[in-house]
């Protein structure tokens, strides 16, 4: 969460910032600061709320004078998103200017220790702390930025990305990172940072990632790298292919409705990538026989991508016969967990930057435990630091709730399946050709889906006063129903719970009364009329029923008010397509809202925070 970008070069920094930021606005979007070094000394200008503020402000960054800078866009952690706790931050004396991402965990210890040094405190952030630490380490030690900023390192507890400008190294930007992302990007005469690819690829494709504990100088003339030791230490560039116009919103009004349009090509890239004549072929990811022969599999994740490890448990115990547990991480790092002799850990995300996936994963190794990662981005922690990795192609994702990167991650996780399944001896030859044959059709299926959203646009229209929707199903259909909700609640603001048919008379069902919706999932054929049940004991207590089932068979007006129908698919692929008509749903009732569909509020794309 927050963004962070540097600019250090012959151009007026100011736009260039601002620019970078905008790519970045999916980290946080509270408010929004930059830095600009000009004759004069440092400038700072500041604003709380959306970026456009900032731009309007700073009449797009050319008030500024000066063509070395660093700027944020900020999700509050420590502080209210005001224009006082947004960042940069700088020391009273404006020795030391900071942009930072990720939390200071004994911000508070640091703070005492500054404040009997003398330092004062206008914010109510960790930032300052960070600021103060490294003016008054550089003012005691004497040593220069590097030193400074790695007795910092040393001091620190938690997670930083930081940029640091200071007063007497005119033509240089500091920047250090601990689990928290960051890039170094170079061109002829100039120097980027930012926390992600897309800020800077409009400027360059030559790119730095810079590991744990290091140090970049950034300079017209180069970077440098440094250890925490202070040594200076040699990287490789790496040249970044990914799709500039990916990035971009093209003709489609929110970034989700095109991400929502794109995962036909998402999933079929994907696919592509790992499928070679007819076979599952994960030798990219050099995921060997031998840890496919595993015999447990714990999946970790947040968020969407935790609910596509509730998928998976379903789609590979039924397929592969392989006992799998799904854990949130947030949960799995600190829980003590009892690993089983030949254990994989599969650690699911879209960005691979996730603080708790990334502790997961962590965790899993310190017990010696293999771990797979299924991740978007490349040169990611999580992507750099699991054993093995298998990557999404979904593209680069923008709309802070995730559609194209779940439906990848999905794919991956079918094909994960199957390969189990082969190497456990769970499926032949002609159920493997079968099975993969139906996951190649998810593409054309979820196109057929998008080629006709009357229905759910008139949905919203027509509910866009609801406030309460519980969605339910079975199995698969249950895990689809997580999912769905999540999206309704991240995009339109309405309160929804997805629950377990079965289980909604265990206290839930005293919540529904007449005009509750009920969004009900029934594609598993072995459970599909207990839950056809379950919505008829919703519907004689007044609830408003939708069902979602394949063509065919469809719920009857006696039970269900409207039924949305998905092509025919081997039910444990089922989720693929049932998850689409839900994201429309959300998509539409939040423009029928007038809420701000890609940027909703308090959420971050990124969550670099625990
Ligand atoms: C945030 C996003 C979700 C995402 C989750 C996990 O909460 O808003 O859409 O599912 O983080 O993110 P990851 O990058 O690890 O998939």
Redesign the pocket.
């Known amino acids: 969460m927050c963004g962070i970008v540097g600019y250090i070069g012959k151009k007026q920094a100011g736009p260039i910032l601002l620019d970078g930021l905008s790519r970045l606005e999916y980290r946080g979007y509270d408010s929004a600061g930059i830095a600009v070094r000009g004759k004069r000394g440092v400038e700072v200008v500041k604003s709380k709320g959306r970026l456009a503020l900032l731009v309007e402000k700073t009449d797009g960054g050319k008030s500024l004078d000066g063509t070395v800078g660093i700027g944020h866009t900020r999700w509050a952690t420590h502080g209210v998103p005001n224009e006082t706790n947004a960042h940069p931050h700088c020391s009273a004396d404006k020795n030391v200017t900071v942009v930072h991402n990720g939390i200071l965990e004994n911000y508070r210890e640091l703070r005492q220790k500054l404040a009997a040094n003398g330092y004062k405190f206008y914010s109510e952030t960790d930032t300052e702390v960070i600021v103060n630490l490294i003016d008054y380490y550089y003012k005691k030690y004497k040593a220069g930025p590097v030193d400074a900023i790695a007795r910092f390192m040393q001091r620190a507890r938690g997670a930083y990305a930081i940029a640091v400008m200071f007063r007497k190294y005119a033509g240089a930007i500091y920047v250090a990172r601990k689990d928290s992302p960051m890039i170094v990007g170079v061109a002829e005469g100039e120097a980027y940072v930012a926390s992600d690819v897309p800020a800077i690829l409009k400027h360059t494709r030559t790119v730095y990632y810079i590991d744990n504990l290091e140090m970049a100088c950034l300079t017209r003339k180069g970077v440098s790298f440094y250890n925490a030791d202070r040594e200076p230490i040699d990287k490789e560039a790496v040249t970044v292919e990914m799709d500039a116009s990916a990035a971009d919103k093209e003709e489609w009004q929110h970034f989700m409705i095109k991400e929502i349009h794109e995962q036909p090509r998402a999933v079929r890239n994907t696919f592509d990538r790992y499928v070679q004549d007819g076979k599952v072929d994960f030798s990219e990811a050099e995921l060997t026989e031998e840890d496919l022969r595993c015999k447990h599999i714990v999946i970790t994740?947040?968020?969407?991508?935790?609910?596509v490890g509730i998928v998976l448990q379903y789609v590979i115990e039924r397929i592969a016969r392989v006992p799998v547990r799904v854990e949130l991480?947030s949960e799995f790092r600190y829980r003590d967990f009892l690993f089983e002799p030949d254990t994989l850990v599969v650690a699911?995300?879209?960005?691979?930057?996730?603080a708790?996936?990334l502790a997961a994963v962590r965790e899993a190794k310190a017990h010696g435990v293999k771990t797979l990662a299924v991740?978007?981005?490349q040169g990611s922690s999580?992507a750099r630091e699991a054993d093995r990795t298998v990557f999404t192609v979904a593209g680069p994702e923008i709309a802070?709730?995730?559609t194209k990167?779940?439906s990848a991650?999905l794919v991956v996780g079918y094909l994960l399946a199957l390969e189990l399944a082969r190497v456990h001896g769970a499926v032949d030859g002609t159920e493997y050709t079968r099975l993969l044959s139906e996951v190649a059709s998810v593409p054309d299926k979820i196109a057929a889906i998008l080629s006709d959203i009357s229905s759910y646009q008139r949905f919203a229209a027509e509910h866009v006063n609801m406030h309460d929707v519980f969605m339910i199903g079975r199995g698969i259909d249950y895990a689809a129903c997580m999912e769905g909700s999540?999206k309704l609640k991240?995009v339109s603001y309405v309160h929804t719970e997805a629950y377990a048919a079965g289980e909604l008379k265990h206290g839930t069902i005293s919540l529904i009364e007449k005009g509750t919706v009920v969004i009900g999932i029934l594609t598993q054929s072995g459970v599909y009329e207990k839950t056809a049940s379950n919505l008829e004991e919703v519907k004689s207590r007044g609830a408003s029923v939708v069902g979602i089932t394949f063509e065919g068979h469809a719920l009857g007006s006696e039970i269900a008010s409207a039924c949305w129908t998905v092509p025919v698919i081997d039910e444990r692929f089922a989720a693929s397509l049932l998850v689409v008509p839900l994201q429309l749903v959300s998509y539409y009732m939040s423009v029928q809202l007038g809420l701000d569909v890609d940027k909703p509020r308090n959420?971050?794309?990124?969550?670099t925070v625990e």
């Open positions: 994740a947040c968020g969407s991508a935790y609910h991480a699911i995300s879209q960005s691979g930057e996730t708790d996936t991740v978007n981005v999580i802070v709730a995730t990167a779940y991650q999540l991240e959420l971050a794309k990124s969550v």
